[in-house]
């Protein structure tokens, strides 16, 4: 399978605990978008990379959450210190290489649920 | 806010029959793309169509767009079980950034 491939698939964890969540992108896109999405609701974008560089964070990204793409190919999502308002879908997705920065291909996310 | 407005939030139709939803910004439509997303699962891409389109053609898909009232709408004719999903509008802005719309929920109903 040469799709975005996120893990895990679903998270429960209590308040107060940290977890991270890892996303392998397409492995020739240099792009990889990090966006957390509520029911009803579109994606809201949390941070991008390009490459191994973080070019852009959300202002409503607390100093709790951090990513990282250590080598520009996988990255990984961390939320420290977790909230019940943290409880979301947590989507990955890449895009450039041979194709165009345009279109973007997202992973089946991770379901985080804080009790 | 830069967000996208979709319209209708929820749609439930018939097998067999056209599903028409509406997009709008209140910003300028640079490129603007269709996402599907079914439950619980990512977004799929499904069309983009640029600012100096009009109407653009994917299979059952048709997407057209208004610059002028920068509003976009997805229409999918004969519809299937199986496009049952949320539907998304995304307008890309020059830093390859989508700003998304709420999403429009498809129930077609066998």
């Known amino acids: 399978d040469t799709g975005v491939s996120q893990d895990p698939r679903h998270k429960i964890t209590k308040r107060g605990q940290n977890v991270t969540f890892r996303c392998d992108p397409i492995?020739?896109?240099?792009?990889l978008y990090w966006y957390r999405q509520t029911l009803g609701q579109g994606p809201e974008f949390l941070t991008y990379?390009?490459?191994?560089?973080?070019?852009?964070k959300s202002r409503l990204l607390s100093d709790r959450f951090s990513a990282e793409r250590p080598k520009g190919s996988f990255s990984t999502l961390e939320i420290q210190r977790t909230e019940q308002g943290d409880s979301a879908m947590y989507l990955c997705?890449?895009?450039?290489?041979?194709?165009?920065?345009?279109?973007?291909?997202f992973g089946s996310g991770t379901q985080l649920s804080v009790l | 806010s830069q967000q996208g407005e979709e319209d209708p939030q929820a749609l439930s139709i018939q097998e067999g029959e056209n599903a028409t939803m509406n997009c709008s910004y209140k910003?300028?439509?640079?490129?603007l793309q269709w996402y599907r997303q079914n439950s619980g699962r990512g977004l799929v891409h499904l069309i983009l169509?640029?600012?100096n389109e009009r109407e653009k053609h994917s299979g059952r898909l048709r997407v057209t767009l208004d610059t002028s009232k920068k509003s976009s709408s997805l229409l999918i004719t004969a519809s299937r079980a199986a496009d049952t999903a949320s539907y998304f509008c995304?307008?890309?802005?020059?830093?390859?950034?989508?700003?998304w719309g709420a999403g429009t929920k498809l129930i077609i109903k066998p």
């Open positions: 997705a890449s895009s450039g290489g041979t194709a165009t920065n345009e279109k973007l291909f």
């Open positions: 492995s020739e896109h240099n792009r």
């Open positions: 990379f390009q490459n191994e560089a973080q070019l852009e």
């Open positions: 910003t300028s439509i640079n490129n």
């Open positions: 169509i640029r600012s």
């Open positions: 995304a307008n890309m802005d020059s830093n390859y950034q989508l700003i």
